[in-house]
């Protein structure tokens, strides 16, 4: 079993704790302190392999790009959160997103997914299905739609970025 550590980045209030504590406890949150930042530990078996995951739930100081570049630094994962029902939250993912690149080095793709939350929530929606599919693939990088309330997709997110980061960290 190998130990491979995750970072949950994003605006705030999109629902990164609530997807968080959703793939780590199985429960939904509803009003999760967006000041505690917290780590979280699980193990979770992918293609008949047992492996665990450190998921670091980053909070409040994201608009600090210097906080950001140690988050980064320290990743080896990466979850980028938007919210379905607020289309702005997307600019942020598109920021980090060229942070990673940036600071990972441009040549390797660092393994990362990009979740579009609350898709229970349809009446709210702003993001069309279309806009992510489009940024996905421009992006080359996987997308889900999720709901952490709902527990839709969420599992999904980390077995990809598991195997994500499994083809890109061989044994070490
Ligand atoms: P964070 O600041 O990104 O960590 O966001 P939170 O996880 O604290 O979520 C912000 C708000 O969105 C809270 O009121 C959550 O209950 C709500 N929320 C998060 N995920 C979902 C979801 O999948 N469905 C619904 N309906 N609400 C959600
Ligand atoms: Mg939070």
Do not use: C
């Amino acid at each position: 079993m190998r130990l491979f550590n995750v970072v949950v980045l994003g605006a705030g209030g999109v629902g990164k704790s609530a997807l968080t504590v959703r793939f780590v406890r199985d429960v939904f949150v509803e009003n999760y302190d967006p000041t505690i930042e917290e780590e979280y530990r699980r193990t979770i078996t992918v293609d008949g392999q047992l492996d665990s995951l450190e998921v670091l739930d980053t909070a409040g100081a994201e608009q600090f790009t210097s906080l950001n570049e140690v988050y980064i630094k320290s990743g080896r994962g990466f979850v980028l959160v938007f919210s379905l029902t607020q289309e702005a939250t997307l600019q942020e993912v598109d920021n980090l997103r060229k942070q990673i690149l940036r600071i990972k080095g441009g040549d390797t793709t660092a393994p990362i997914v990009v979740v579009g939350t609350k898709l229970d929530l349809v009446n709210e929606r702003e993001v069309q299905r279309s806009t992510i599919e489009s940024l996905s693939s421009r992006w080359e990088i996987p997308f889900y739609e999720t709901s952490a309330k709902r527990n839709w997709h969420v599992t999904e997110v980390f077995e990809d970025l598991l195997r994500q980061m499994r083809v890109k960290f061989p044994a070490d």
